[in-house]
């Protein structure tokens, strides 16, 4: 699997611990085409305070299912 083969695909991140922080950044650096959906027990502020640099612009293309 590479790249490309994520392109118009939905994503589904569970859980957004460390090494998903750095799974979540690395997609949104490559720009892909693709639906991101994350998927956690936390509440946003709780996730916001892990601090995983997530710019306010790419919260737009995120859906959130939290709690």
Known sequence: MNLKDLKNKK???LGLGMENCALLNFLLK???NSDITICDAR????????DCNIKKNDCKIIKWRLG
């Open 11 to 13: 994503i589904c991140i």
């Open 30 to 32: 490559q720009k892909i």
């Open 43 to 50: 509440s946003k502020k709780q996730i916001c305070d892990y």
